[in-house]
């Protein structure tokens, strides 16, 4: 082992460490291993900036933009309203008319604007007809990461694994491609969660006649705050972060894991994906309905905003012309008849964005806000990561060394045994990270194998993206956790079981869809 192998090993490790640890974001960690490398060549500047400018980086930057744009049509909102059955009903006829749509809505949306729009929806609903919101919200977030292994662009994970397919030479992925394998496996995780809801789910009651009491009395009325990244009061006290001097409302609970904090609040320290229980009055969330300090607030109220139908058709129109598009832009009649171009994902998320923009559908003058640039810098940074450990050698000695301890078995094992490591890696820290992180070394083995790569690639990207068992998972996860009061242990038991079934459909599906 020499020592830019050793270094790069060690760098990666104290990456991870610091994912874990938690305490600076992402992007942040990612650079600094990025400038790291750079520091001691085994990066160049060039290999260091290349995915900044990758195609991938830039259509997720772009499907941000799109995402908002339906968010604020009204679209989401009208079509899960129209969805949940108004009368009485049962946890598992209800799941039956939500969940396919859920599941296909993500296979073409950013799954958090999803679960930001419909979680208070569904836990108001769920209320009125006297069921369980805790039936219906962990399912709502693990449908979303499902549908998004239906679709190129159902998750960024996907976007990201086919940049680099395209920076090592190969041939990327095609919009519905992954589907082959991510429609059986989201139609299998649905049947099990009707299944398993109903007994494995917690059954939380409701305190909303104590809360509408409470609201007649001070006129102030319930919100929940859902804390992001970006809030000033992360890693602080609500006695050393004033939150009522900054946002003009009363905490009444904290809520994390499960646990609800009421006493001593003073004391409390805050994280993100921690769940506030607010007294507000009715200019909070209009006020701070469109900050990116909140993952999502809540008031149990319908939005007083209404939207044209007009705007709401429009918006559905831009979304299904660039889904059409970029697909048939694949075909090869499309490819011949327009050979200068490349009518993929990337030229028509540019042309949708560009009209919603010019419509208004969001707001042009506050684009930069509705982009999450931390994700942003952790893909760039994971293109020159993954760069590093081919530079090093390091993917390379990885490689020969799962190859060794499975020799015998042949590569479906070794197909085994990189999804086990992915997986494992995502449920710990980002999924980018992890398909940073595990891309070079799936090259690696496939080449050493002198087998077809193809079969590893869309591993790594099922494997990033399925990561049921812990909340820190998905961010999508945190929000319900929160919303619905879930403990730690929620996740666990009915994540892990979804996590084996997962594993098991890839590892026996995959290699025979793409062959070796």
């Known amino acids: 082992m020499n020592f830019e192998i050793l270094f790069v090993l060690l760098a990666l490790v104290g990456m991870v460490a610091a994912l874990i640890w938690d305490r600076m974001r992402p992007g942040m960690v990612l650079l600094t291993v990025a400038v790291l490398f750079l520091c001691f060549g085994i990066l160049t500047p060039k290999e260091m900036l290349e995915g900044f400018s990758n195609k991938g980086m830039i259509t997720v930057a772009l499907l941000f933009l799109v995402s908002e744009g339906i968010r604020q049509s009204g679209a989401l909102g009208q079509v899960i309203q129209k969805l949940l059955p108004q009368k009485d009903t049962t ?64 998750t960024s994970t996907n976007l990201v694994v086919h940049g680099m397919i395209l920076e090592a030479g190969y041939e990327g992925f095609s919009m519905f491609e992954l589907g082959k394998v991510g429609v059986v496996i989201t139609l299998v995780g649905m049947i099990y969660l009707f299944v398993v809801s109903k007994k494995l789910l917690p059954d939380t009651p409701s305190n909303n006649s104590e809360d509408e009491s409470a609201e007649e009395e001070t006129g102030l009325h ?193 197909l085994a045994v990189i999804y086990l490591i992915t997986n494992l890696i995502t449920e710990l820290i980002t999924n980018n990270a992890a398909a940073a992180l595990s891309f070079p070394i799936a090259m690696s083995v496939a080449a050493q194998l002198g087998v077809d790569p193809k079969p590893f690639f869309v591993v790594v990207c099922i494997a990033a993206s399925a990561a049921f068992s812990t909340p820190i998972g998905y961010q999508t996860h945190l929000i319900v956790q929160g919303v619905g009061g879930y403990k730690f242990m929620d996740f666990v038991k009915v994540g892990l079981p979804l996590n084996l079934i997962v594993f098991l459909i890839s590892v026996f599906l995959i290699p025979y869809i793409w062959e070796f």
């Open 222 to 414: 319930r919100v929940e705050a859902v804390l992001g990244a970006r809030f000033p009061g992360i890693n602080k006290t609500l006695g050393e972060f004033n939150f009522t001097r900054h946002y003009g409302a009363i905490v009444k609970e904290v809520i994390r894991g499960g646990v609800r904090y009421t006493q001593n609040l003073d004391k409390v320290r805050l994280y993100e994906g921690d769940t506030l229980v607010l007294w507000a009055d009715d200019t909070f969330i209009p006020t701070w309905g469109e900050s990116s300090v909140f993952l999502m607030l809540a008031n149990g109220r319908d939005p007083q905003e209404k939207v044209s139908p007009k705007k709401r058709w429009l918006a559905l129109g831009l979304l299904i012309f660039m889904i059409v598009g970029a697909t048939i832009g694949e075909l090869p009649m499309f490819k011949e008849m327009f050979p200068d171009m490349q009518l993929d994902m990337f030229f028509f998320a540019c042309i949708t964005t560009i009209i919603m923009a010019w419509t208004k559908i969001f707001p042009p003058k506050k684009y930069t806000k509705y982009i999450s640039w931390d994700i942003l810098i952790t893909i760039a940074c994971a293109f020159a990561i993954a760069k590093a450990m081919e530079n090093s050698g390091m993917a390379d000695m990885v490689a020969k060394a799962i190859i060794g301890m499975t020799d015998q078995l042949g590569p479906f094992a070794l």
């Open 91 to 154: 946890v598992f006829k209800a799941q039956l008319r939500m969940l396919p749509p859920i599941a296909f809505i993500s296979a073409f949306l950013n799954n958090t604007p999803v679960v930001v729009i419909f979680a208070p929806i569904i836990k108001r609903w769920a209320e009125a007809v006297k069921l369980p919101a805790t039936k219906f919200l962990i399912p709502l977030s693990y449908m979303t990461v499902l549908g998004g292994l239906c679709t190129l662009i159902g």
